[in-house]
Nanobody, 124 residues
Framework: QVQLVETGGGLVQAGGSLRLSCAAS????????MGWFRQAPGKEREFVAF????????LYADSVKGRFTISRGVAENTVYLQMNSLKPEDTAVYYC?????????????????WGQGTQVTVSS
């Protein structure tokens, strides 16, 4: 079992920055690829970013490429999402997820464990 807890959400003005953290329990965190997804009211959950278990490969949704950066701190059992140049359309609940055997980084159903989510609100 892997338990994930997201923190770092909040209210920020457009153009600002936030750093989300996802703390994972368990000693095998390093074996899991990690992803960030988000869900806005009335919309489906969408892929944001992905990082391989080794930390050597990352993927981003086109909508956040160049603005968001995913990283992982193995010693801290934590994955981060640095969000810069935030826009009102980035407003959503952000979830981290763990995938033991990644095949399609952008598909939510592939992930094995999910956190409870953290709200990010960007005002215009």
């Amino acid at each position: 079992q892997v338990q994930l807890v997201e923190t770092g959400g909040g209210l920020v003005q457009a153009g600002g920055s936030l750093r989300l953290s996802c703390a994972a329990s368990g000693r095998i965190f390093s074996r899991y690829a990690m992803g960030w997804f988000r869900q806005a009211p009335g919309k489906e959950r969408e892929f944001v970013a992905f990082i391989r278990s080794s930390g050597g490969g990352t993927l981003y949704a086109d909508s956040v490429k160049g603005r968001f950066t995913i990283s992982r701190g193995v010693a801290e059992n934590t994955v981060y999402l640095q969000m810069n140049s935030l826009k009102p359309e980035d407003t959503a609940v952000y979830y981290c997820a763990a995938d033991n055997a990644p095949r399609n980084a952008g598909r939510a159903n592939d992930y094995d464990y999910w956190g409870q989510g953290t709200q990010v609100t960007v005002s215009s």
